[in-house]
């Protein structure tokens, strides 16, 4: 990124997005088992992070991945509740860097920006960012650059993974990237519907097909 605020966009989350998680990312079977994909919207509460670092962390990814004229953005695909649930399985070993570096980056901001995180308007957040990312921002353990990559990341995978694991809630990642959806087969009428973009989407998670489960993912 340039340390042009208006760097932090859509294209720049989806030149590193890849179809994360027809059927697997980082989420293990557990979790899964106790996520339902049309419950998802229900569960509204957190159970790993803290009140304030769900509130911090939520910030954070809507600036990374913004909702816009294009579509829906990381809150409403629930990124933060992807990431939550995570941490509390197959990403525990990220949950104290997530504590360390949240705290780090309301620091950060307050320091240099005068104000805590949540209080910037959306252009110095994005400015706070980008130093995180350029590894600029002070008071981190270790690089503030690891920690900006870190939630990068995940918040992709909460994005654009197989809404199964908590996140791309009503299959906004896939809408956003123009994924047709898990098929088990591809015949020829659809392929030529694909290659023509007249492809109906299919909206199912992966889990929904008798091929995938916990036992053979």
């Not at 803290?50 to 816009?68: G, K």
């Not at 918040?155 to 809630?169: I, K």
Request: glycine share 10%; proline share 4%; charged share 20%.
């Amino acid at each position: 990124m340039s340390k042009d605020h208006s760097s932090i966009t859509r294209r720049t989350l989806l030149r590193g997005a890849t179809i994360v998680g027809t059927a697997a990312i980082a989420t293990p079977a557990d979790l899964i088992a106790s996520l339902d994909l049309h419950a998802a919207e229900a569960q509204q509460s957190f159970v790993n992070l803290s009140a304030t670092e769900a509130q911090l962390l939520e910030a954070v990814v809507e600036r990374l991945i913004p909702s816009d004229a294009s579509g829906p953005g990381a809150k409403e695909a629930r990124v933060t509740y992807y990431i939550d649930r995570a941490l509390g399985d197959a990403l525990a070993s990220a949950r104290g860097a997530y504590a360390a570096g949240l705290t780090a980056l309301d620091k950060y901001a307050l320091a240099s920006r005068g104000k805590s995180f949540l209080q910037l308007p959306p252009i110095d957040q994005d400015s706070v960012l980008i130093d995180c990312e350029t590894g600029g921002a002070t008071g981190f353990t270790g690089s503030s650059a690891q920690f900006f990559a870190l939630v990068l990341n995940h918040a992709r995978q909460g994005m654009f993974g197989d809404p199964r694991y908590g996140g791309n809630a009503n299959f906004a990642g896939w809408d956003l990237l123009g994924y047709p959806g898990v098929r088990t087969a591809v015949p020829e009428t659809d392929q030529k519907a694909l290659e023509a973009n007249q492809l109906k989407p299919v909206r199912d998670s992966a889990y929904d097909f008798g091929g995938f489960n916990r036992e053979t993912r």
